[in-house]
């Protein structure tokens, strides 16, 4: 059914635009998109960089694979269909704090090509940001953060990224962190030096 059927009417012009809301805020939005396998380290990487961005005054918003899955997509599992409604809601979410003018950090495996493409189309291109967390699958399974690997080698869990499912690193991500042999507070850096100057506001208004 097509939207004008359901008489729905989305009004995108808002009364305060995302142009008065970076200002009132003094800083650009962007959506930071970080893709790895479990365990390679954005979620250490996105509390580490938005830390530090409070600390600068900036206002941002983490979007974490299982905060997500524990409210707003609770009715979603790990099917085809369901992992692509997963992307889609959180897209819409971070396109939404966009607008508002928030540093939006994400982080999700978003193993595929063709899941970073959907939330790419519609968070848009300019706005989004593709990180690559580059942790060799050993290392990662070596840490076992939330000792999912020992439960995917058992067969407990099915299309379990990495083993029993493909992860497709990105081609041509803004940035690319290697975190083997590097520690937290360097990868944190290595973030926060590209997209510091991304999010500064220059005062006009
Ligand atoms: P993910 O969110 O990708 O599943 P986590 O951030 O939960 O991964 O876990 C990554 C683990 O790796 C943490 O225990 C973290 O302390 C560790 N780690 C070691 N070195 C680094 C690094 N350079 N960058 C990020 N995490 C690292």
Redesign the pocket.
């Known amino acids: 059914m097509i939207q004008s059927e359901r008489h729905i009417y989305p009004s995108y012009d808002q009364f305060v635009s995302r142009h008065n809301k970076e200002w009132l805020l003094q800083q650009r939005s962007r959506v930071i998109w970080?893709t790895?396998?479990?365990?390679?380290?954005?979620?250490?990487?996105?509390?580490g960089v938005e830390r530090v961005l409070y600390e600068m005054g900036h206002l941002t918003m983490i979007l974490?694979?299982d905060n997500v899955r524990a409210g707003i997509n609770s009715n979603l599992g790990f099917s085809p269909e369901d992992r692509a409604e997963n992307i889609r809601r959180i897209a819409e979410t971070a396109k939404l704090f966009v607008q508002n003018g928030v540093v939006t950090i994400c982080?999700f495996?978003s193993p595929t090509h063709a899941i970073r493409q959907v939330a790419a189309d519609i968070i848009g291109a300019k706005d989004f940001i593709e990180v690559y967390?580059n942790?060799p699958l050993e290392l990662?399974e070596k840490?076992d953060?939330?000792g999912l690997y020992a439960k995917a080698r058992k067969g407990e869990i099915p299309d379990f990224t990495g083993i029993s499912a493909p992860f497709e690193p990105p081609q041509r991500p803004a940035l690319e962190?290697q975190?083997?042999g590097?520690?937290?507070e360097?990868?944190?850096k290595q973030l926060l030096d590209y997209i510091v100057p991304l999010v500064q506001h220059d005062g006009s208004k």
């Open positions: 970080l790895g396998l479990s365990g390679s380290g954005k979620t250490t990487i996105a509390k974490d694979g982080s495996v967390i942790t990662c840490r953060v939330k962190i975190t083997q590097r520690h937290v360097d990868s944190i």
